[in-house]
């Protein structure tokens, strides 16, 4: 009898000791995130310089290694603007821009929508003039046709540390074949808007286009092609050049464009893909579908 109370105790003790406290298990921690070496993928910034940048992050974040890759890109790449297109979590997002040490982000909260319009500002050269607002906020079928009813342009105005200041109208244009007529309608909308409303200002127009400026017998952006003496797509350069240059290399396409109001033309100092695949393999898997596209302007 007496040896089995003791073998009922040696039981005890061991899944005691081996188990443990199953209430209060240790805690796996987080994996540190990969680092990676973007510099010789990116860009020469300055103070001295506007650095404007669009960039579709495919469904804002895709993993949940991926709000890690794109805050090591952005604090890398440091850049003064990033128009974002397809936010899918709004908390993934603010979390991001918590996480990054003299940034600032709006992010649209729409509801209904996975693919949201944001921005993310430089602290130490951007200031926010005119707060982030949806361009067409009445709810007309002509707007939610052109844009769809949950993705509307996204404007911002800012101002540079330079006394600059840049009006920004961020899209995410209807994508695929058989939505050129809604393409075509949201390019006169926008300019409409921007004639009316910004004659004189400097105005950037960026984001996912969802579609081609060249080589196009029906161009739905031929409206502002038309109108060279006040608008300039500075990705034209990128779109007539080769392919391995292209912001959407799986289709592979220019998609992702950035057009510029006359005040700027002078100011541009260049505009290009930046090739971040050609730095880490795994970008396309990890991180998004689409490369950013950047445009850098003096400020005199």
């Not at 850049?79 to 940034?103: C, H, Y």
């Not at 695949?277 to 396309?284: L, P």
Request: hydrophobic share 35%; with cysteine.
């Amino acid at each position: 009898m007496q040896n089995k109370f003791w073998l009922f105790g040696l039981l005890v003790f061991i899944l005691s000791a081996c188990g443990g406290d199953s209430s209060d298990p240790t805690p796996t921690p987080d994996p540190e995130p990969e680092v990676i070496d973007f510099s010789s993928c990116l860009t020469n910034v300055s103070d001295q310089t506007l650095e404007v940048v669009t960039w579709n992050v495919e469904n804002f974040p895709t993993l949940a290694t991926t709000v890690d890759m794109v805050e090591m890109i952005i604090e890398q790449f440091d850049a003064d603007i990033i128009a974002l297109q397809e936010i899918r979590s709004v908390a993934d997002f603010n979390n991001l821009v918590a996480e990054m040490t003299g940034w600032s982000g709006h992010v649209e909260h729409v509801s209904g929508s996975s693919q949201r319009l944001a921005f993310l500002y430089k602290d130490s050269e951007i200031t926010v003039i005119d707060q982030p607002r949806n361009l067409y906020p009445e709810d007309t079928e002509d707007y939610d046709n052109a844009f769809t009813s949950v993705r509307r342009p996204l404007y911002v105005k800012v101002e540079h540390s330079s006394g600059m200041q840049v009006d920004l109208i961020n899209v995410h244009l209807k994508c695929c074949s058989g939505s050129e007529d809604r393409r075509r309608r949201a390019s006169v909308l926008i300019k409409e808007y921007i004639d009316e409303n910004l004659p004189n200002n400097n105005v950037i127009f960026l984001g996912d286009f969802n579609d081609e400026i060249v080589d196009q017998q029906d161009n739905v952006f031929q409206n502002f092609i038309d109108d060279a003496d006040n608008y300039l797509f500075a990705t034209m350069s990128i779109a007539n050049g080769p392919s391995s240059h292209w912001s959407y290399p799986s289709w592979p396409s220019q998609i992702d464009q950035i057009l510029i109001s006359n005040e700027l033309f002078d100011n541009e100092i260049l505009t290009q893909t930046i090739r971040l695949d050609e730095c880490y393999a795994d970008y396309e898997n990890k991180v998004s579908d689409h490369r950013p596209v950047l445009i850098k302007l003096s400020t005199n």
